[in-house]
DNA sequence: GTGAAAGCGCTAACAA
DNA sequence: TTGTTAGCGCTTTCAC
């Protein structure tokens, strides 16, 4: 059961003692060594500490120090499947380092963006890795020159020299879509973001160099991130497929696949049984589905491991020490069912 | 973008106007009225701040004040749906009161918990929003002791007094089973996690209620919720399968629900035509999936709302003025192919 | 109406 | 080797 900490501060515990805070709080902090406090006298002050379980008041140590020991992880949306697994690792991989981790949620909104980071400056966020929105390079930018540790995922600005784990957006897509075409698919649909931010505009290109080396035709769907409503998503989808008479389609993110899986299943079942399907970001739930769908599946444990080893370094050192590290990881293509010609 | 806010102060901006701290204290805090300080004074003050676009420190802030505008958020593991969906939206309302939102996972596991729990209370967190692990009673105990406001969710300890929104877990479970037995369903089995903990009894109870009720067999699996890997949890259902000659399964919990599914596809998918199958706990992925899946929905808008009123009240007022909130809110049933007799 | 100053709990430079 | 003390930035009592 937690100790009724009965406020301990280092006064008192030094008051308690008979010795003056300083030699206190060298104990606590390892300096005991450094400073020449004699053995006896730290065991001392450890052991009254372990016993009334003194906890220091962080927010003491923040205000002094000027470090939370909090990292910001800001996504689009948390409740999206493949952010929130990702927090989850980051989340135990920071505990194991001492940092808590503040979670949020942008929509991919340069205000909201905005708004958070604002809000996280005056708390001493010690660092902060994001999915940034489309607008806030500069945002990013401002952060980066107060030197404050920066990690961006997911997408990143070309024109920004800074931090980054990525994966293959193009390459990826370009194999994916390359599956497709060799099992026999001609008219391929590309189903994606409404965006210029990269990782979707990577994705985009290699689709496209892959239809265009074989001589196909490019048939793009493009849908507003914040298009009203999922209502709307699933009727842009449904008249895209009416429209045009594909045999396969690539979604570019989990989401789109899971509003076009939904529309097929309600307005085109029959075209469940041949219609080729691939999507990014792979779901425990695609390989269930009937038939099971294949993915490009982006490593989130790697992501995740890379983003806390970048964060913990920059933690450590002064941000500008050091070349900003660009991290491209390559995605596992998984094949099943839905991309076979049938 | 965002200003590169040059460190502001109070101090700062005081010697500025060439005027006290206090006054501006004051001002920013919306006192200025009632210690009757002059309109110009008051125009004058908030013109700079806000041509400096000055945001105050919270760390020194929350030091004086014991408040850090900060609620704690701990699940058993945010990377689930159910939990991050809930996260999300409660997320959202915080952020619309000023309150920032740390997410954790306890992992169901005590010692995690209260590892938690213990680093939060050095940081002047204004409040807990907890699904407890099954021994933390006397911690949550404490904490509302000490007056630190705290909701429970999900689940509750009958024998500690506060506040927590719950749903109706017996009733849920009952009419579920009893759904399945009115649709011809006579063999019917429970997978469910091992434990104590009310939700899950309650869950069970429900079941073996319709189902006594019929003078039916109950059949029902434990799993311990720290099942070593995914894959154990996967052979103890499937050798449950074939040890019953079950027609219908009702899952507890949206997690075995996968696990399940897996296994059904993997080893049996001849009984995925026939098999009743219904769930606690709806997912986007159950309506599209083959049979489309029946499910007990918790209605996790309505969840998070509640839970985010009744913070919100205990954080205007010291805990122990008023009674403990106790919400059971309804679930709804959804019925899909899954659960009728084909 | 406004200001001075104590103090929240901690760190660390400086003194002894 | 240990202690004294200023100060991080803010709120708030009390004095003027």
Request: hydrophobic share 40%; net charge positive; glycine share 4%.
């Given at each position: 059961m937690i100790k009724k900490s009965k406020k301990y501060t280092l006064k008192k515990i030094a008051e308690k003692l008979n010795i003056s805070v300083t030699t206190v709080s060298f104990v606590l902090n390892g300096q005991a060594k450094e400073k020449k406090i004699s053995d006896e006298m730290i065991a001392k002050v450890l052991a009254y500490v372990k016993e009334i379980d003194y906890q220091p008041n962080q927010l003491a140590k923040s205000l002094r120090?000027?470090?939370?020991?909090i990292i910001v992880f800001m996504v689009?949306?948390?409740?999206n499947q493949f952010f929130a697994s990702i927090a989850r690792i980051i989340e135990d991989l920071a505990y194991k380092k001492g940092y808590k981790v503040i979670f949020c949620s942008n929509e991919n909104n340069d205000e909201k963006a905005r708004d958070l980071i604002n809000i996280f400056k005056h708390r001493q966020i010690d660092g902060y890795i994001i999915i940034p929105s489309p607008g806030i390079e500069n945002d990013i930018r401002s952060l980066i020159e107060e030197g404050i540790p920066v990690v961006l995922f997911d997408r990143y600005f070309p024109s920004l020299d800074t931090n980054y784990v990525v994966i293959d957006n193009e390459h990826a897509s370009y194999q994916g879509t390359k599956h497709l075409i060799e099992n026999g698919y001609k008219k391929i649909g590309f189903i994606t973001i409404?965006?210029?931010?990269n990782q979707m505009v990577n994705r985009m290109r290699g689709y496209q160099i892959a239809v265009e080396e074989k001589d196909l035709n490019s048939n793009i769907l493009r849908i507003a991130f914040h298009e009203n409503g999922q209502d709307q998503k699933k009727l842009k989808i449904k008249k895209f497929l009416e429209a045009n008479d594909l045999d396969a389609i690539l979604f570019s993110t989990n989401y789109l696949t899971q509003s076009g899986l939904e529309v097929l299943h309600e307005s085109f079942p029959e075209l469940l049984g041949k219609l080729g399907i691939l999507t990014f970001d792979d779901h425990e739930f695609f390989k269930i589905h009937t038939p099971s769908i294949s993915a490009i599946s982006q490593p989130k444990k790697e992501i995740a491991v890379n983003l806390m080893n970048v964060m913990l370094q920059l933690l450590k050192k002064p941000?500008?020490?050091?070349e900003p590290k660009n991290i491209t990881l390559n995605t596992e293509f998984i094949p099943r069912v839905s991309s076979q010609h049938r």
């Amino acid at each position: 059961m937690i100790k009724k900490s009965k406020k301990y501060t280092l006064k008192k515990i030094a008051e308690k003692l008979n010795i003056s805070v300083t030699t206190v709080s060298f104990v606590l902090n390892g300096q005991a060594k450094e400073k020449k406090i004699s053995d006896e006298m730290i065991a001392k002050v450890l052991a009254y500490v372990k016993e009334i379980d003194y906890q220091p008041n962080q927010l003491a140590k923040s205000l002094r120090t000027g470090k939370s020991k909090i990292i910001v992880f800001m996504v689009e949306d948390i409740s999206n499947q493949f952010f929130a697994s990702i927090a989850r690792i980051i989340e135990d991989l920071a505990y194991k380092k001492g940092y808590k981790v503040i979670f949020c949620s942008n929509e991919n909104n340069d205000e909201k963006a905005r708004d958070l980071i604002n809000i996280f400056k005056h708390r001493q966020i010690d660092g902060y890795i994001i999915i940034p929105s489309p607008g806030i390079e500069n945002d990013i930018r401002s952060l980066i020159e107060e030197g404050i540790p920066v990690v961006l995922f997911d997408r990143y600005f070309p024109s920004l020299d800074t931090n980054y784990v990525v994966i293959d957006n193009e390459h990826a897509s370009y194999q994916g879509t390359k599956h497709l075409i060799e099992n026999g698919y001609k008219k391929i649909g590309f189903i994606t973001i409404d965006t210029q931010q990269n990782q979707m505009v990577n994705r985009m290109r290699g689709y496209q160099i892959a239809v265009e080396e074989k001589d196909l035709n490019s048939n793009i769907l493009r849908i507003a991130f914040h298009e009203n409503g999922q209502d709307q998503k699933k009727l842009k989808i449904k008249k895209f497929l009416e429209a045009n008479d594909l045999d396969a389609i690539l979604f570019s993110t989990n989401y789109l696949t899971q509003s076009g899986l939904e529309v097929l299943h309600e307005s085109f079942p029959e075209l469940l049984g041949k219609l080729g399907i691939l999507t990014f970001d792979d779901h425990e739930f695609f390989k269930i589905h009937t038939p099971s769908i294949s993915a490009i599946s982006q490593p989130k444990k790697e992501i995740a491991v890379n983003l806390m080893n970048v964060m913990l370094q920059l933690l450590k050192k002064p941000a500008k020490d050091s070349e900003p590290k660009n991290i491209t990881l390559n995605t596992e293509f998984i094949p099943r069912v839905s991309s076979q010609h049938r």
